[in-house]
């Protein structure tokens, strides 16, 4: 139920004297939760509300609050603002402790999970094991009927129908079954300290891991056993990903305390040397710590801790900007902006697979806006291209609520920010196109809760549109609006489908199987007709984040005239504000990363696929498409747009719409809005 609700009513039959709640979430509506729970506690009177934080270093200047002038009030009280520049931040914290872990504490409990798995082991059935009083607390069957009536309907008949709705990480029964308890997730992490990240790694990530995990196929979990098919996962997994994934559960459950993995990693690995005894800090660890080769065990697990733990703080950093409106709450906001007007957004963050911060933009439905009406377009999510962010379709969306000002009846819009890209984080994980569809079906299940939509994608954002609609189905997914997409193309009046490199006998070069019908099945599988991912020859792993670094700095310095050649119709719309979103994002730890990983991409499956032959409908006329092609395309090249636009115009008529635009180039949304959105409108009437 509500913690409004069951808080202040258990405080007042208990008549507790005290309620102990930690600081405020990022998650929006978490945080207001939490709000609204307090000051009701704080209301009845009798009840001290004690607010504790989890931050790493509680001691920072941002985690106090100082009285200032403001224009509201004479003397406010404001906490001091983080600094939102990665180096700016570093240069501060690295003066600050971090509280040692305090010493464990044995709570003493009935029975463990561990004492219901032994007890399992010995033959006595879960009923018996059940009997345990509750004192109220309902039993789980009940608690699951408590969960079901408040999921629309939507949400679980698409959980339940779609093969494709799947979207489980890869290792994700082994990660929540063995590393979610407190007592398994703290032996996990002495192991991790005492044989070090690439033991760790081939032990419990290797390809028999993969076969253990039964959970149905997923898109996302095929591309990453791929990649350990022929390789140890030691040469393969990002240099963060074994501790990235093996904790990331158990300390957003708080199974972990970040402190205590942290205190592991300067003071409890076994492969360091040197003795740092400086902020009980022996290896000698900091956030800005980057290595241009390679990264240690406990560097490693450092890093997982110290980049949630920055994008966390990010994340309320905006959200306090946003509550004291003073100041806008985007990194463009805090740049001067010219050219086509932007609407700003409302900020607010979701926790993919309970793990990962991702930041999305709202903007809501006009005031005559009526989703049951016949007519009424769905819901709009916009999803950005390589490098950029949520914030490129600000001026698309002005342009779009002011062309219909005089019905006011544009549906709710979102916008997400990619994990690894804008504000969202940047784990260590392998990055592949399956990772990025999963997060952007997820989002629209359980943020958007599987209500219809349209997808709007720029770049590659377009061609991951494309595959997350595929797999969300034409149910929820009424069209999509592709805008200079990334994504294979092949002549539709010669593509023949599913084919794979055949010996001369016919069968598998690769020794897959050949009985796929389509692109879509063999990517379940993880490709075996397709040649296997193949690690970095001779020095391995660590030159895909030294390449990521290496494009980082190279591109740094040139990211304003870089913007301006793909602007260059309109240069004035790469203002500072679009420059300093991107410039911002770059030097968020893990960028390298996310560069690196595009070695690692499964193979793709051609839109002429995923376009006409929706998943699992059965439906044969495909999706609505809009197509926007913006004729000048100075990343891809003019010819290139135009030869596409072409290719389009063939794949689907009827149903696949072209509207080239000559005076655009590779994001036609944001050089040319008005006339985007003046061809997105008169196409949401037609579908």
Known sequence: GSASDILPSLAKEINAISCHVVADDVVSHMRNSQRLTCQLLEEMGSVQVERWTNALRPSAPWMTTTTMPSSKNNAASRTTIMPSFFPEYCKIVAEIPIPSPKKNYHHDIMMTSDDFDNAAENNNSRNTLMQIHSEGVPSISKLFDMVTSVTPSAVTTFSTTLRSSNTAEPYEEKVTNQWATEKKARQALEEYCHIGKDSFADKHFGISSSKEDNRTKSLYAAAAYRMIQDASPSEVLALREAPTRAFSLALNMGSLSARDVIDAARNRCSSYSGSNDDNNNRAGLYPSDDPLWGRSSEGSLSDVIEWREYHRLLADRSSKLQEESEQGATSGSEKIQSGDPREAGTVQYWRWKDQHLVRYLTWPAGKNYDEKKDGAHPAILLVHGFAASAEQWGRLVYSLREQNIGNDTMPPIFALDLLGFGHSEKPGLSYTQYLWESQIVDFAVEVMEATPL??????????????????????????????????????????????????????????????????????????????????????????????????????????????????????????????????????????????????????????????????????????????????????????????????FARLNPGQVIVDAIADAGHCPHDEQPKLVASSLLKWLDKI
């Open 454 to 647: 349209v997808m709007v994608g720029n770049s590659i954002g377009g061609g991951l549109s494309a595959g997350a609609a595929a797999s969300l189905g034409k149910k929820i997914c009424k069209g999509l609006v592709l805008c200079n997409t990334a994504g294979i193309l092949e002549d539709p009046e010669t593509y023949t489908g599913y084919t794979f490199e055949k010996k001369e006998d016919g069968s598998s070069k690769f020794g897959g199987a050949n009985s796929f019908n389509s692109h879509t099945d063999a990517a379940f599988e993880g490709n075996p007709n397709e040649a296997p991912y193949s690690p970095v020859p001779v020095v391995g792993r660590n030159a895909l984040d030294l390449f990521g670094k290496g494009i980082i700095q190279l591109i740094y310095p040139q990211i304003d005239k870089r913007l301006s050649l793909i602007y260059g119709n309109k240069l004035e719309n790469a203002d500072a504000a679009a420059v300093y979103a991107i410039q911002q994002s770059a030097m968020h730890p893990g960028s390298a990363n996310v560069i690196g990983s595009g070695q690692k991409l499964a193979p793709n499956r051609p839109l002429n696929e995923i376009l006409v032959d929706a998943a699992d409908d059965k439906d044969e006329s495909g999706f609505n498409v809009l197509v926007i092609m913006g004729l000048n395309d100075r990343v891809s090249s003019p010819q290139v747009a135009q030869s596409r636009a072409e290719l």
